[in-house]
């Protein structure tokens, strides 16, 4: 049981590139989410997903843009990259029916914008 | 709509010291509330969590929480800091009562907790 994985760890963008970051879970959670860690702001919520086919925003979803075509995966994709997005970039997971709503984290995705 | 404040963004206690670090909340819907660690460059594990139930609840490496709903607060200490507490800690907050919400947390800003030895 790998938990939930994201690759990659670590990443290097130029000003308007784009890329898309990857989010695996094997414990088959119905919710998956995506968060960005800032100094001094916490995580914030950037997507959600509470199945496969249905997504919605959550607190910061400019530039940023998600599917779910299958409940494993998550991915995050970023269209035009800004400097503003240099972030450590966290996905999780959680059960449905879970009285507990707890979420499993991933590792994390550090991503530089130059 | 919901929210998190962690009071004091560093705090630093003495090896043996109590650690007490602070957490409110607003929510017009009963909260579910949590307490996670994050060691350097590493991602976000559980400590404990507050559901319903006992208010005085308790997590791993001797840390508990209590859920006092007339102050909004859910606090988290530790009688006896250890070197190895150090580390950012993050409050955050969800309902069951809130449509789809199992997806999506809250967090405070985060404590950064040194232990001085």
């Known amino acids: 049981n790998a938990g939930v994985t994201q690759t990659p760890k670590f990443q290097v963008l130029k000003t308007g590139q784009s890329m898309t970051l990857q989010c695996a879970q094997d414990m088959n959670h119905e919710y998956m989410s995506w968060y960005r860690q800032d100094p001094g702001m916490g995580l914030r919520l950037i997507h959600y997903s509470v199945g496969a086919g249905i997504t919605d925003q959550g607190e910061v979803p400019n530039g940023y843009n998600v599917s779910r075509s299958t409940t494993e995966d998550f991915p995050l994709r970023l269209l035009s990259a800004a400097p503003s997005q240099t972030s450590v970039y966290f996905c999780a997971s959680s059960r449905r029916g879970d009285r507990s709503y707890e979420q499993y984290f991933g590792p994390g995705t550090r991503l530089t914008v130059t | 709509a919901q929210s998190v404040t962690q009071l004091g963004s560093h705090v630093s206690v003495s090896e043996g010291a109590l650690v007490l670090l602070r957490c409110n909340y607003s929510s017009s819907v009963p909260p579910y509330l949590f307490w996670y660690v994050q060691y350097p460059n590493q991602g976000l594990q559980l400590l404990l969590k507050?559901?319903?139930?006992?208010?005085l609840v308790k997590g791993i490496n001797g840390f508990e929480a209590e859920f006092k709903k007339s102050e909004t607060s859910f606090h988290l200490t530790k009688p006896s800091a250890h070197m190895s507490d150090a580390a950012e800690y993050f409050c955050a907050v969800t309902s069951p009562l809130i449509y789809n919400q199992g997806g999506k947390l809250i967090f405070g800003q985060g404590t950064e907790l040194s232990v001085k030895p």
């Open positions: 507050y559901t319903t139930g006992a208010t």
